[in-house]
C-alpha cells in the first residue's frame, strides 16, 4: 500500500471533509502515539490532478507534541475512519504545535 490509500480504496476528499477536528494518532510499532488535529481538508486546483485519477485536495493537521516528526509515510488511526496511510510533510511550527501537510494528488 502506498502512501495515501486504505486497503479497499485509494483515500479521497470526502473521507475527511467530515473529520476537521477529529484526532488522528500515530499507530505504528516503535513510535510514539503522537495524536494529530485535522485542521482542514480543502480540494485543490483540478489542473494539478492527473485525468482520471481522483480529484487532487489537501489536509492540513496539527500536532501539539513540539517533536518534528521528518517527512514520510505515516500509519494513523481515526475513531471513525480507520487506519489509513498518509504522507506528512511538516510545514510550520508555532506556539500551538507542529503542522503537517498531506497532499492528495
Do not use: C
Given at each position: ?12 476528499l ?26 482542514k481538508?480543502?480540494p ?62
Amino acid at each position: 500500500m502506498t502512501g495515501g490509500e486504505r486497503a479497499d480504496k485509494p483515500l479521497v476528499l470526502e473521507d475527511f471533509s467530515d473529520k476537521v477536528g477529529q484526532a488522528f494518532v500515530i499507530s505504528e510499532r516503535g513510535l510514539p502515539a503522537i495524536a494529530f488535529t485535522l485542521r482542514k481538508a480543502e480540494p485543490l486546483n483540478p489542473a494539478f490532478g492527473l485525468p482520471g485519477v481522483r480529484p487532487p485536495f489537501s489536509l492540513f493537521f496539527v500536532a501539539e507534541d513540539p517533536r518534528i516528526l521528518p517527512q514520510r509515510i505515516y500509519r494513523l488511526a481515526n475513531e471513525a475512519l480507520g487506519e489509513v496511510s498518509i504522507v506528512l510533510v511538516p510545514v510550520a511550527k508555532d506556539a500551538q504545535g507542529v503542522t503537517y501537510q498531506a497532499v492528495f494528488n
